[in-house]
């Protein structure tokens, strides 16, 4: 069966990291709350900043003016250095917005989607009064960032909406030498106009950079410590700021977490396994309705998709609107509707049209996964800002020989995604810059108590690597929700709910062990 596009496959692996921002997109609606209309100064007191090195001073106290945006929000820029080794070249302004605390306000609780390349701004500006609990948005203003290379903030820029359309027209079967040739040649053009359209911040957006600049947040709200609620990837962003600053770890939630000991080919085969999990809990929940467009036993289901997706690879099925869904679109559409139970209804709707011949369902599911409008905008950068940032964070094995033997692997574990998630390698082999990071457990050690929020069925962040994570931090504590889907606060239960607010809110640290 042919594979995909590897480049698109890395990319694809981008929508599924951050679909969880993508979905509180579209589930949650954006509501306007009071804010100043004038500009407000800020600048951090030297007891807020705390000990920093002399050369970051000016980066920690600089005045930031908010301003009232978005109807109702505050938004403001904030200025970091490029290179932390270099930091009186030149530097990066990070795109900043905030709900203010509605009631008695204790502090700042910075929030990070996941991706990497997920938008915090869009993430406030679209789901923060619906996504975070009353009692939390009383005492907290929730800060969002985009991180840099993110959207706002630095952008990387590949791709041209044109260009991603077509990129994501395409397939290649990595299994005959042609195929494999085809893909790498794509892979390098895409390389090429990524170095070309970027900035020379390309090589400084790894994750610890990112860490460092919550640091200079942190000054900036106000906070001595610095209070986070990260998701997804946004688990790796806080875990690595918990390790460069332990003593500033002020409430801390890391929800969906990702384990930072783990190289890619390991994340790859538990995203495998996580995803084929995933897909047969659909199967059997479909099963038990009128209206399934499978049938049989959960095996017989996943079989009957599997027949239809290689219809797919082999001839990409036209839409009415004249665009194509390739085999591996289809795969990611139904990846998309893993990381929620609210989306296996649409999912189920959309394999009964492709099972009847029409793609335009599965078409939608994986545009909204790319962050496509109808009219072929893309909304964000997330694709290629996760790109850019795995490139820097992860030494990848390139060699075609080992990929191939992984792609098998993969394939064994998840017939239904592991050839989407293989060769993740190939997408770093041209990047212009060379990786800096390498796979690390953290224990941050000295830090205050921090939540591991784990889901037992998480489809893209296995719950067994929010065991790993828990347990690798020295304060570390497990917060478990036993359910489906991708994360758990804001679309769990109010246990969940109940459990991280009186954690956040009255200082309340969840006992060990605590299941919801």
Known sequence: MPAGNTRHQHNR?????????????????????????????????????????????????????????????????VEVPMDYAKPGGDSIKLAVNRLPASGKRLGAMLVNPGG??????????????????????????????????????????????????????QDFDMSTDAGFAAAEAETKTQ??????????????????????????????VGDKALNYMGFSYGTKLGATYAGLFPERVGKFSLDGAMDPSLDIDE?????????????????????????CPVSGSVDDALGQIHELNAVYAATPQQTPEGRVVTGTEFTGALAFGMYSTDLWEPLTGALSQAFAGDASGMLMLADFSADR???????????????????????????????????????????????????????????????????????????APILVVGTTGDPATPYEWSEKLASQLDSGVLVTWKGDGHTAYGRANECITSTVDAYFVDGKVPSEGTSC
Request: charged share 20%.
């Open 13 to 77: 692996r981008s929508r599924l990291l951050i679909a969880a921002a993508a979905v509180a997109a579209m589930l949650l609606s954006s509501c306007s709350v009071l804010a100043p209309d004038r500009p407000v100064e800020t600048s951090a007191s030297a007891d807020v900043v705390g000990d920093v090195p002399a050369e970051l001073q000016d980066f920690y106290t600089q005045a930031v003016t908010w301003t009232s945006c978005n109807g109702g929000f505050q938004c403001a820029e």
């Open 116 to 169: 990497p390349g997920g938008s915090g701004v869009d993430m406030v500006k679209d789901g923060a009064q619906t996504m975070f609990s009353p009692k939390l948005r009383d005492a907290y203003d929730v800060v969002g960032f985009d991180p840099r290379g993110v959207q706002r903030s630095a952008g990387v820029k590949c791709l041209d909406d044109a260009q991603m359309d077509a990129a994501r027209q």
């Open 191 to 220: 390389s090429d106009l990524c170095k070309k359209n970027s900035g020379p911040d390309l090589g400084h957006i790894d994750t610890v950079s990112s860490a460092r600049d919550m640091d200079i947040l942190r000054a900036v």
């Open 267 to 291: 994340v790859s085969m538990g995203q495998a396994k996580g995803f084929e999990q995933a897909m047969r809990a659909w199967a059997k929940d479909c099963l038990d309705t009128a209206d």
């Open 373 to 447: 409008d109808s009219d072929g905008k893309y909304n964000s950068n997330t694709s290629a800002a996760f790109t850019a940032i795995n490139c820097l964070d992860y030494p990848m094995n390139w060699d075609t020989a080992h990929m191939r033997e992984q792609a098998e692997q993969l394939k064994k574990a998840s017939p239904t995604f592991g050839e989407m998630l293989a060769y993740s390698g190939l997408s770093c082999k041209y990047w212009p810059v060379p990786a800096t990071g390498a796979p690390a457990p953290i224990s941050a050690k000295g830090a």
